[in-house]
Structures are given as structure tokens and as C-alpha cells.
């Protein structure tokens, strides 16, 4: 009966023995630093320390980020927005410059809350990879902050996220959410929009933070050296990772100033697709093409890709960034504000009457 009874518990004993042997895991172990995104964090708050203003109540590092809307605003509406750089990444990744995507990634959300009259009051962004590189993420993020300087909005939160296996060795992801506030009584949605409104364009830095599927497929194909001189002095890893423009300190002076009926962030879908999103039903904007220069890497893209003018003014914002509509009688006032605040604004185009059935919202010239 004894060897019986030992036997029955011999199970028991060996699965005690296995655990005890089990080597013991961490974190790190499994692919995620903590220390490293610690260490993150305290390269960025000195970042984010320069873009503090009014309204800031919290500093980085708590779990949410706190915002006093400011008491200036009488009937204050909030305006968000979202949005990433898209394939550009992946210019980024093969060229290892990080620093200047994170001023794409703000732009392409406070332009887009710019356009409905607001003002940007904070900004949150999310870094995601599959294992940190602390000095990558932190170009990453000087850019950013650098981007919210220029919008005069402030980095006040976002998050790091290392996820082993998601994302192959060097690349990441980014998203960014901007956050503004506008008098209600002051929000610009087109609806103002007549026959005889003025058209005013302010120029790109060059494709901005769209088309790069189409921009990659046709360097892909042509093969150019990318460290040749370019337009310039500029080479062309410059020109085509040149970052967006942020409009908001010139078009916030402007709309302080007078009257403006429309604007519109061109992004994807281009003229095309962008200019007839603050269009009323009863009108359409005619675009003279000859009214400004069109970037040299455009003429590239067009040339080595084959593409259609139509594909082009589809796709590529074709150096343009921000349409402008104003009243005829502003357009001079409204070209010496901008001008006076360091935007190259030309006159690009008219708003027209559309007829009953005419599809086209957008009509090019010249």
C-alpha cells in the first residue's frame, strides 16, 4: 500500500518541480521596454514644454490632458480633426530622416480644422512601432513640436506604443488629433459663396503629405538618384520629403482682418477633390492653371509617371496647399495680409455660376 500511495503523488511532485525550473520572464523579455519609453518621456517634456499656452492645465504625463477653453470666446464651438502621413513613412524609413515628419503629421490635422475658421488650441499624437528607438521617436517628436510652434497649438499628451511583432525593425506609425475652438457665429462653411468671389491660392512646399502611393510607384519605376542636386540647391530626397506647410498663423491674421468665405486644405483628391467641398450647389470655381508656378517635382511626376492632367489635379495638390475665397472687392487687402505675413498668395481663379445639370464643380483654364 505504501508504493501505491507514493506512486499516486509522483505526478504532483514532478509538476512542482517543472515550475519551479520555468525560467522567469519580464517584459523586456517579451519585446516591450518600459526604461526605454520612460526614457521617451523625458526627452519629450522639455519638447512639449515649448509649445505650452493659455489654456494648459496639465503637463505631460498624466492619463488625460486638460484644456480651459479660452474666456475670450463668447459662443465657442470646438472644432477636431485626425489624420496621419500616410506612405510618406516610408520615404522616411528608407532615407532615415525622421525630424521634419512629425511637422507633416500637425499640419495635416490643424489645416484641416483651419479651414472651418478655428483657431488650434492642442494637439495629441500616437507613435506606435514594434520595439522603440529612443532616438528615432524623439526625432520624430521634435518635429511635432516643432509643427504645434508653428500652429501655435500645444503638445500637451498622446501616446507611445511598442508592439512587438506589429511592425517590421525601423518603421512605425504615426496619427495625430487636433483639437480648436471657434466663435459659432464665426464658423466659415462656404455657405456665403457667390458668382464673382475671388480665388486666392497660397502655395505648397511640394506634394505635402499626399500622393506618395503614386509619388513611390513612379520613383519605383524611374529609379533616380536620390542625393542629386534638385530644383536648386535642393536634392531630391529634400524636394519629396519637404514638409507640409502649416497656414494657420497667415490665414488667422487674415480672418481677423475681413471677411473670408471659404477655405479648403488641399489634400487628397487634390483641386478636383477638395475645392468643391465648400462649394454651394449653384456655382463652381473656374482655376486658371497659368496663374502660378507649378513646383519642379510635380513636372517630374508627371513626366516619368505618365500621368494625365486630370489625374494629376486628382491626386497632387499641383503647388497649391490652401484656397482662399474672398469677396472681389477684398482680394487686394486680403493678398497684402498674406503677403505681409510671408505667404506668396495669387490670385488662381473665380467662382462661377453653374447651370441645372452641369456636374463639373471644378473647371481648369489655361
Given at each position: 500500500?505504501?508504493?501505491?500511495?507514493?506512486?499516486?503523488?509522483?505526478?504532483?511532485?514532478?509538476?512542482?518541480?517543472?515550475?519551479?525550473?520555468?525560467?522567469?520572464?519580464?517584459?523586456?523579455?517579451?519585446?516591450?521596454?518600459?526604461?526605454?519609453?520612460?526614457?521617451?518621456?523625458?526627452?519629450?517634456?522639455?519638447?512639449?514644454?515649448?509649445?505650452?499656452?493659455e489654456g494648459v492645465l496639465?503637463?505631460?504625463?498624466?492619463?488625460?490632458?486638460?484644456?480651459?477653453?479660452?474666456?475670450?470666446?463668447?459662443?465657442?464651438?470646438?472644432?477636431?480633426?485626425?489624420?496621419?502621413?500616410?506612405?510618406?513613412?516610408?520615404?522616411?524609413?528608407?532615407?532615415?530622416?525622421?525630424?521634419?515628419?512629425?511637422?507633416?503629421?500637425?499640419?495635416?490635422?490643424?489645416?484641416?480644422?483651419?479651414?472651418?475658421?478655428?483657431?488650434?488650441?492642442?494637439?495629441?499624437?500616437?507613435?506606435?512601432?514594434?520595439?522603440?528607438?529612443?532616438?528615432?521617436?524623439?526625432?520624430?517628436?521634435?518635429?511635432?513640436?516643432?509643427?504645434?510652434?508653428?500652429?501655435?497649438?500645444?503638445?500637451?499628451?498622446?501616446?507611445?506604443?511598442?508592439?512587438?511583432?506589429?511592425?517590421?525593425?525601423?518603421?512605425?506609425?504615426?496619427?495625430?488629433?487636433?483639437?480648436?475652438?471657434?466663435?459659432?457665429?464665426?464658423?466659415?462653411?462656404?455657405?456665403?459663396?457667390?458668382?464673382?468671389?475671388?480665388?486666392?491660392?497660397?502655395?505648397?512646399?511640394?506634394?505635402?503629405?499626399?500622393?506618395?502611393?503614386?509619388?513611390?510607384?513612379?520613383?519605383?519605376?524611374?529609379?533616380?538618384?536620390?542625393?542629386?542636386?534638385?530644383?536648386?540647391?535642393?536634392?531630391?530626397?529634400?524636394?519629396?520629403?519637404?514638409?507640409?506647410?502649416?497656414?494657420?498663423?497667415?490665414?488667422?491674421?487674415?480672418?481677423?482682418?475681413?471677411?473670408?468665405?471659404?477655405?479648403?486644405?488641399?489634400?487628397?483628391?487634390?483641386?478636383?477633390?477638395?475645392?468643391?467641398?465648400?462649394?454651394?450647389?449653384?456655382?463652381?470655381?473656374?482655376?486658371?492653371?497659368?496663374?502660378?508656378?507649378?513646383?519642379?517635382?510635380?513636372?517630374?511626376?508627371?513626366?516619368?509617371?505618365?500621368?494625365?492632367?486630370?489625374?494629376?489635379?486628382?491626386?497632387?495638390?499641383?503647388?497649391?496647399?490652401?484656397?482662399?475665397?474672398?469677396?472681389?472687392?477684398?482680394?487686394?487687402?486680403?493678398?497684402?495680409?498674406?503677403?505681409?505675413?510671408?505667404?506668396?498668395?495669387?490670385?488662381?481663379g473665380a467662382i462661377k455660376?453653374?447651370?441645372?445639370?452641369?456636374?463639373?464643380?471644378?473647371?481648369?483654364?489655361?
Amino acid at each position: 500500500m505504501a508504493h501505491s500511495t507514493t506512486a499516486l503523488h509522483l505526478p504532483a511532485l514532478l509538476g512542482i518541480l517543472s515550475f519551479m525550473t520555468i525560467e522567469s520572464l519580464s517584459y523586456r523579455d517579451a519585446g516591450v521596454d518600459i526604461d526605454a519609453g520612460d526614457q521617451l518621456v523625458e526627452r519629450i517634456k522639455p519638447l512639449a514644454g515649448k509649445t505650452l499656452r493659455e489654456g494648459v492645465l496639465g503637463g505631460i504625463g498624466g492619463f488625460g490632458a486638460l484644456f480651459e477653453v479660452p474666456r475670450r470666446y463668447r459662443e465657442p464651438v470646438l472644432v477636431s480633426g485626425t489624420d496621419g502621413v500616410g506612405t510618406k513613412l516610408k520615404l522616411a524609413f528608407e532615407l532615415q530622416r525622421h525630424d521634419t515628419i512629425g511637422i507633416d503629421l500637425v499640419a495635416m490635422s490643424v489645416n484641416d480644422i483651419l479651414v472651418q475658421g478655428a483657431e488650434p488650441l492642442f494637439f495629441l499624437d500616437y507613435f506606435a512601432c514594434g520595439k522603440l528607438d529612443v532616438e528615432t521617436a524623439t526625432d520624430v517628436v521634435k518635429g511635432i513640436a516643432k509643427g504645434c510652434e508653428l500652429a501655435g497649438c500645444a503638445l500637451i499628451g498622446g501616446e507611445t506604443a511598442e508592439m512587438p511583432g506589429m511592425y517590421p525593425a525601423g518603421e512605425y506609425d504615426l496619427a495625430g488629433f487636433a483639437v480648436g475652438v471657434v466663435e459659432k457665429a464665426a464658423i466659415i462653411d462656404g455657405s456665403t459663396i457667390i458668382p464673382g468671389d475671388v480665388l486666392l491660392g497660397l502655395p505648397s512646399s511640394g506634394a505635402h503629405s499626399n500622393g506618395y502611393s503614386l509619388l513611390r510607384k513612379i520613383i519605383s519605376r524611374a529609379q533616380p538618384d536620390l542625393t542629386q542636386a534638385f530644383d536648386g540647391e535642393t536634392t531630391f530626397a529634400e524636394a519629396i520629403l519637404a514638409p507640409t506647410r502649416i497656414y494657420v498663423q497667415a490665414l488667422r491674421a487674415l480672418m481677423q482682418a475681413l471677411p473670408v468665405k471659404g477655405l479648403a486644405h488641399i489634400t487628397g483628391g487634390g483641386l478636383t477633390g477638395n475645392v468643391p467641398r465648400i462649394l454651394p450647389p449653384a456655382v463652381k470655381a473656374e482655376i486658371a492653371q497659368a496663374a502660378w508656378s507649378r513646383p519642379k517635382l510635380f513636372d517630374w511626376l508627371q513626366r516619368e509617371g505618365g500621368v494625365a492632367d486630370s489625374e494629376m489635379h486628382r491626386v497632387f495638390n499641383c503647388g497649391i496647399g490652401m484656397v482662399v475665397v474672398v469677396a472681389r472687392e477684398d482680394v487686394q487687402q486680403a493678398l497684402q495680409i498674406l503677403h505681409a505675413a510671408g505667404e506668396a498668395a495669387v490670385v488662381i481663379g473665380a467662382i462661377k455660376p453653374r447651370a441645372a445639370g452641369e456636374a463639373a464643380t471644378v473647371v481648369y483654364s489655361g
